[in-house]
């Protein structure tokens, strides 16, 4: 059975840094792509960064881009998401998910990924 954990979430003032860890178990993911997505109260889930399978090409969502690093290690079965310069609007519900399909490049969208963790809660205070 597939499973995502997150972990790493808090609170944290604003300006301050917090790293998501993201470990799969069931199957490894080292040759699919994977992602990070955040749903604030009332609002939609959104892409924040994703990561292909292999060398790890990366992207970020507009709102993050500069502040947030993703990366993997494939011999952890993890991926990782650095949080740098947070700010109150990056309150959120942070989710990790992976696509089943192997040597899967960047994905952007929900319903390219087939696995999801159950979250984990990150605040930031102003």
């Known amino acids: 059975q597939v499973q995502l954990v997150e972990s790493g979430g808090g609170l944290v003032q604003a300006g301050g840094s917090l790293r998501l860890s993201c470990a799969a178990s069931?199957?490894?993911?080292?040759?699919?792509?994977m992602g990070w997505f955040r749903q604030a109260p009332g609002k939609e889930r959104e892409f924040v960064a994703g990561?292909?399978?292999?060398?790890?090409?990366?992207n970020y969502a507009d709102s993050v881009k500069g502040r947030f690093t993703i990366s993997r290690d494939n011999a952890k079965n993890t991926v990782y998401l650095q949080m740098n310069s947070l700010k109150p609007e990056d309150t959120a519900v942070y989710y990790c998910?992976?696509?089943?399909?192997?040597?899967?490049?960047?994905?952007?969208?929900?319903?390219?990924?087939?696995?999801w963790g159950q979250g984990t809660q990150v605040t930031v205070s102003s």
């Open positions: 069931g199957r490894t993911f080292s040759n699919n792509a």
């Open positions: 990561i292909s399978w292999g060398v790890g090409n990366t």
């Open positions: 998910a992976a696509s089943k399909d192997y040597y899967s490049d960047l994905r952007f969208g929900q319903h390219e990924y087939d696995y």
